[in-house]
């Protein structure tokens, strides 16, 4: 157990931004949760490259809150520094099993999914509430485990500023300005909801966190009015407070067009993070990235991530994002061998060598697995779909930072 000396000296050290990522395994199916935690590999690998920069000021430090314990975090980010493993509040997460099944109640919601969306990931995705208690960082910088901080150079910043001309300039005057303004919440909107949860950044407050837990210890959700019978989006925004650009993004989503409280993670993160930062504040401190907030964006562009949402996850069998898994070979990586992560990553990988590498041999072992591969599409023996020798990243994923 730590002595209050050590204690003073851990948060004494800590740093301005944390760079923070929510891993949650679902109650009663920790095997199904290991495929989406492979996305952790790269995102600590990334995460250890940032932290190194001189930049921003009063530095970083990654961060992972879950209830997995740190042992497994240990087993796929072998990296140097470690990241942070901060336990999910157990307070949140009893709140978070009494949502579940007030939801379900209320819903009519059997099985693993809902009209809404992927239930089981909206409420394990709950555990990023948690980020607004870690007070001890100026800001949250959240990035999903299914975002890619730098696709473009095999997962850590590119050595060529060029490669990445929005990186520093986000990480220093876009993000100094964010510290200085009134602004809590920075995030995009999505086709489903007007925020999407996968690329935040926001400044830690404790008293909206117990506001939001409070409403999973005590609260209600319908498909009709929501949170607490908030009422139907069209309804329940308070449009009167709203800027005309925030308004025109809120209307491009399924949940006002539809007027619909059911959307993909509506009872969860996007959600609870919809409820109290659009309705209950009145959008008065959230603004979205990339909207010129923080900085003129003629002069310098904000760094982009790229998010392979939904099913796009680069690491299944149906994906052929070969520029995914460059940084498998960077001499900085150290592998994870003897995990599940690694067989999922390495078996994907190998199918999305350069055409040139791979012999039939190891074109019919990709097929035979269903795995999507760079192979010829004229073998007679390899369906269309399979075979392709060229690799392709899915499109409009990018998603700026500030």
Known sequence: MQTRRARHKESAE???????????????????????????????????????????EGGSEAVV?????????????????????????????AA?????????????????????????IATTALAKWQLLTLTEYRAIFMVDLDVDMFLQSAGRPPADPRRAPGLRHTLVERYQQFLRSQTTLVASADYHSPINTGVMMLKPSTSTYERGLHTLEMGSFDFINGFDEVGPPQQAFPWH???????????????????????????GDQ????????????????????????????AAPSWMLNHFYSSFKPWRVTMRCAKYFDFLREPAFVGVEGTQCHDILMAKASCLRPVK??????????????????????????????????????????????
């Open 14 to 56: 800590r740093k301005s931004l944390g760079i923070a990522t929510t891993f949650s395994f679902a109650t009663g199916s920790r095997s199904s949760s290991v495929s989406a935690s492979c996305g952790l590999v790269k995102w600590c690998f990334s995460a250890s490259q940032l932290v190194q920069l001189p930049f921003p």
């Open 357 to 402: 590498e791979m012999s039939i041999g190891a074109c019919k072992a990709c097929a035979q697995l269903g795995q999507y591969a760079t192979c010829s599409k004229n073998a007679s023996w390899c369906p269309r779909k399979i075979c392709d020798p060229v690799p392709k990243c899915p499109s409009y994923i990018g998603v700026l930072v500030l």
């Open 241 to 267: 407070k709203m800027t005309l650009n925030q308004s025109l993004v809120f209307n491009e989503s399924r949940m006002v067009k539809r007027n619909s409280w059911n959307f993909v993670g509506s009872a």
């Open 96 to 120: 978070v099993d009494r949502w579940e099944l007030q939801v379900r109640n209320s819903t009519g919601a059997r099985g693993s999914t809902t009209r809404g969306g992927l239930f089981t």
């Open 65 to 93: 809150v879950t209830n997995s314990g740190e042992p497994y975090i240990a087993s796929l980010c072998r990296t140097h520094p470690l990241p942070r493993v901060v336990p999910i509040d157990p307070r949140l997460a």
């Open 271 to 298: 959600g609870l993070f919809v409820y109290e930062f659009l309705i209950r504040q009145g959008a008065a401190a959230f603004e979205y990235s990339g909207r010129g907030a923080f900085g003129n964006k003629a």
